[in-house]
């Protein structure tokens, strides 16, 4: 693995519990829609799947269970990051390391907060990563 895959773990569990976020959400907003119709229209059907709305619960319940433990898992696995991109000794590469796969943010957006030249980001960025991969035995 290299040291830019290691450090992007972050932002794949950080998307990947917005994901399932956005598909609770939509059983939520599914269970909820549920319209009624008037009663002399109501037609008794026995239905081929069983208990569809405990299915559904269910379903929610699960993915509410998975949520949490993926929660949980983002947490340590940024905490874990964070204090091994803090073990640099250079407060450049620690901060270019922490806004880029801490923070998320952008090169263009690093480099004004730095005050330093894109093109200067970049290249201490790949330095970064190489002081990185070689203090934790990461390809680079």
């Known amino acids: 693995m290299t040291s830019k895959e290691y450090l992007r773990q972050i932002k794949l ?3 990947r519990i ?3 976020k956005d598909q609770l959400e939509d059983l939520k907003d599914r269970a909820q829609s549920v319209s009624s119709q008037p009663t002399d229209s109501i037609r008794v059907q026995s239905s081929k799947d069983g208990d569809t709305i405990g299915k559904k619960v269910v379903q929610y319940a699960d993915l ?4 949490v433990e993926d929660t949980q898992e983002f947490i340590q696995a940024k905490n874990s990051i964070l204090n091994q991109i803090l073990q640099l000794n250079d407060a450049r590469y ?3 390391l922490c806004k880029r796969y801490v923070e998320y943010k952008k090169f263009e957006l690093i480099a004004v907060e730095m005050v ?3 093109d200067y980001v970049r290249a201490m960025h790949k330095h970064a990563l190489q002081a ?4 934790y035995g990461l390809e680079e």
């Open 18 to 20: 917005q994901k399932k």
């Open 64 to 67: 509410e269970a998975e949520i």
């Open 94 to 96: 620690v901060e270019l």
């Open 116 to 118: 330093y030249d894109f």
């Open 132 to 135: 990185f991969a070689n203090m």
């Open 13 to 15: 569990l950080d998307i």
